[in-house]
């Protein structure tokens, strides 16, 4: 028995040698033995309105391959509604009427996106709008194309040395209205806190390129968001605190938010204090050793922002091909304002 099976098993060598062989040389032949499968075709992302701009950028059609989106082509032309695969609608555009969206020329089948990185205070329109979307790109995090405004990334190699510190607390404000919770709190905080003020509102405008360098010698950064909605931490939490080397005073959403964005421990959340002169004292009172923990993510991890719209519209491409093709927003406002 032992026998017949070892003739069988050398005759499988031997055949197997054989295949091998010759697959060997049809590959030396240039022959593929099986078809690689041809890349998909680049996907046609129609941006209807650029947001906040009448000017598109420049979009090359490696846009998003700088991005790492390879296969996706943003255009803003207007005659591509046709054959798009996808069209964006910024919403703010849409608010203001300055685009109409083309219902009566849209294509059967072709998913519409509805994109908005404002919170649901700074929206309006929604009611209208029913019905019409298909997919939606924003900061909510349960977003068909999730595009936070920044995230922490894992990363080796020394962090870089924190700015000198030289002051207490920073704030910069360009819309101040006092019946905003941050102004509110702003007010009550200031007689225990030196709070120096930057901004617009303040009188004291600071260039784009100048507001990193100016709050960076700065403890803490109050990031403190203009309206507190599910999700909604803004480039004034990654950018103005976290990538300046500031520690963030945080208010917008529950804590809890904030631990899925980032450790429980690199940021300072209002609502961790039962009265504002306990926040205010807590931060006055502020050790070395105690403030430098805020810091101990810098170790592993560092701040990517993502503030530009192209590489937001090359995320379309990205989860294109999971996105439910029956999805339909029937109360867009509903879920928005949820
Ligand atoms: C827009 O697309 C159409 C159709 O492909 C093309 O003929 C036209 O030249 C394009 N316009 C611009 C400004 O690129
Ligand atoms: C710093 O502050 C923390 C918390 O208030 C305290 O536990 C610690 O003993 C302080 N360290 C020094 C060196 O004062």
Known sequence: MS????????????????????LWFLWQLGWAPARVPAAPPALTVLVWHWPFADQPPELS??????????RCRLSTNRSLLASADVVVFHHRELQSRRARLPLAERPPGQPWVWASMESPSHTRGLGRLGGVFNWVLSYRRDSDIF???????????????LPAKSGTAA????????????????????PHLRVDVFGR??????????????????????????????????????????????????????????????????????DDFGTVRELASFLVGMNESRYRRYFAWR?????????????????????????PRDRVYRDLEGWFQA
């Open 147 to 161: 595009v936070p405004y920044g995230r922490l990334e894992p990363h080796a190699g020394p962090a870089p040395p």
């Open 299 to 323: 170790d592993r991890l560092r701040v990517r922002l993502f503030g530009d719209w192209r590489e937001r519209f090359c995320a379309v491409c990205t989860h294109y091909p999971r996105l």
């Open 3 to 22: 026998h017949a099976g070892e003739g069988v098993g050398h005759l499988g060598v031997l055949a197997g040698a054989a295949l091998l062989s010759t």
């Open 201 to 270: 509102a303040s009188g004291r405008p600071l260039c784009a390129s100048c507001l990193l360098p100016t709050v960076a010698p700065y403890l803490f950064y109050l990031a403190f968001e203009n309206s507190q909605h599910r999700d909604y931490i803004t480039e004034k939490f990654w950018r103005n605190a976290l990538a300046a080397g500031t520690v963030p005073v945080v208010l917008g959403p529950p804590r809890a938010t904030y631990e899925a964005f980032a450790p429980a421990d690199a940021f300072v959340h209002v």
């Open 171 to 190: 704030w910069v404000v360009s819309n101040l209205q006092e019946r905003q919770r941050r102004v509110r709190l702003y007010r009550q905080l200031a």
């Open 61 to 70: 059609s490696d846009t998003c391959v700088r991005y790492g989106v390879p």
